[in-house]
């Protein structure tokens, strides 16, 4: 292995996207649970949302205080995310997404699709300054969206929602849950997708967390399979993954096999879901190279991510329940900077297992969401990958990264 050439120079866009600033110092992204309530019963919801609205949330004037302090941060300012639950349940949403306007946020709002998602509703979210919105679809069909959403008719009234939202002039995200019910429906869903338009698809790794603690999970294997699909679609819809830290060290790995001509999948040992994956994206015409691919951005739980629940409490992630503080007592800008629970989740060397051995971990880490829902320490290394740590052959690749010495 160290008497390989040195590899050779291609111009290609960076592998990640980093963000501008010292993510120790300020999130690229913090996202607020305005509430639980909401008339869906989704068997993975992280909140184990309830019909009703928790007389204990963070008051109008006290999610005014909360969006001052995302200001704090200072300049760019955080991307700063509604959601519940269902956000539409709290009457001052319109209110609360004007403020953070005028305060010089640029707020989205990550809807349930119930009978409050109306085109009234979304048009007017539009005129109060909101830029986007994210809807879910975890399946390719109603039986399947809605076998999952637990109510019968959301597959439907999720493509009026989108359909209204575009028109209504919000940029719309698609979340995707991957998990065991919907593995094979996928490039059809990706067909969706590209069909009906949308500014990015994001496939969200299940986390055994909340109500997702009864459904079964993907093996490693079949993660790393899923991971080099989303690679694959890349070159034809815009694509993220949300808890799948490693499609960064996916990303990294097929670039470098793309210089040097290998065969991803004989190099990597992708197996027989990441064939039929790819067979039915060829089928659909899902494999055409129309764009750039958008490298992921280089964050995790606690560095450039924060999330703050409906009553104030502030964690690492949604699905990482490490409670750092409340912004009902310390801003949030203390919480992040300097919260314990932040500052270990960001030091790459206190990783433990495969994670902790790994020349990816600086670039990866893992979800730490996922290690502590399965193993009880979230350090320990994140079941749903399949890499060996110093597997990969380009050694002299990842030096000239910088990932190995």
Request: hydrophobic share 40%; charged share 25%.
């Amino acid at each position: 292995m160290n008497d390989e050439p040195a590899p050779r120079a291609v111009r290609t866009r960076p592998p990640l996207r980093r963000v501008r600033h010292d993510a120790a110092l300020a999130p690229f992204i913090v996202i607020w649970e305005a509430t639980r309530a909401c008339p869906l019963a989704c068997l993975h919801c992280r909140a184990e949302a309830r019909p009703h609205r928790d007389p204990a949330e963070l008051t109008t004037a006290e999610a005014d205080a909360l969006m001052r302090q995302v200001v704090a941060f200072g300049r760019p300012a955080p991307l700063f995310v509604i959601t519940g639950g269902d956000p539409f349940q709290r009457p001052d949403l319109f209110d609360l997404v004007r403020q953070a306007v005028r305060l010089g946020l640029a707020p989205a709002v990550s809807p349930s699709v119930t009978p409050t998602v109306t085109p009234a509703a979304l048009d007017r979210l539009h005129e109060v300054g909101a830029r986007a919105v994210s809807l879910s679809l975890d399946g390719s069909s109603a039986a399947t969206h809605d076998g999952f959403r637990g109510i019968d008719g959301v597959f439907r009234q999720t493509f009026h929602a989108w359909q209204a939202a575009r028109q209504a002039g919000l940029k719309v995200q698609i979340n995707t849950t991957v998990a065991k019910h919907n593995l094979e429906e996928l490039p059809q869903v990706a067909r969706l997708v590209r069909d009906h338009g949308a500014s990015l698809w994001s496939l969200f790794f299940l986390v055994p967390t909340g109500r997702a603690r009864t459904l079964d999970g993907l093996t490693a294997r079949e993660a790393e399979d899923v991971l080099h699909f989303a690679y694959d679609l890349g070159s034809a819809i815009p694509v993220k993954t949300t808890e799948a830290h490693h499609f960064r060290r996916v990303m990294i790995q097929r670039q470098i096999l793309e210089r040097h001509g290998a065969d991803h999948a004989r190099v990597l040992g992708l197996g027989r879901l990441y064939r039929s994956l790819r067979k039915q994206a060829v089928r659909f015409g899902l494999m055409r190279d129309t764009r750039v691919r958008r490298p992921p951005l280089d964050v995790n739980a606690a560095r450039g991510f924060v999330f703050v629940s409906h009553t104030g409490d502030v964690y690492p992630s949604g699905f990482l329940p490490l409670l750092a503080g409340n912004v009902r007592d310390h801003p949030l800008t203390k919480i992040y900077r300097s919260s314990s629970v932040f500052e270990r989740l960001r030091d790459p060397d206190l990783l433990g297992g495969r994670c902790g051995a790994c020349e990816f971990r600086t670039v990866c880490g893992g979800s730490r969401s996922r290690a502590y829902a399965l193993t009880g320490d979230p350090m320990a290394d994140d079941p749903w990958c399949a890499y060996t740590p110093g597997s990969f052959p380009y050694e002299q690749d990842l030096k000239a990264m910088g990932l190995i010495s």
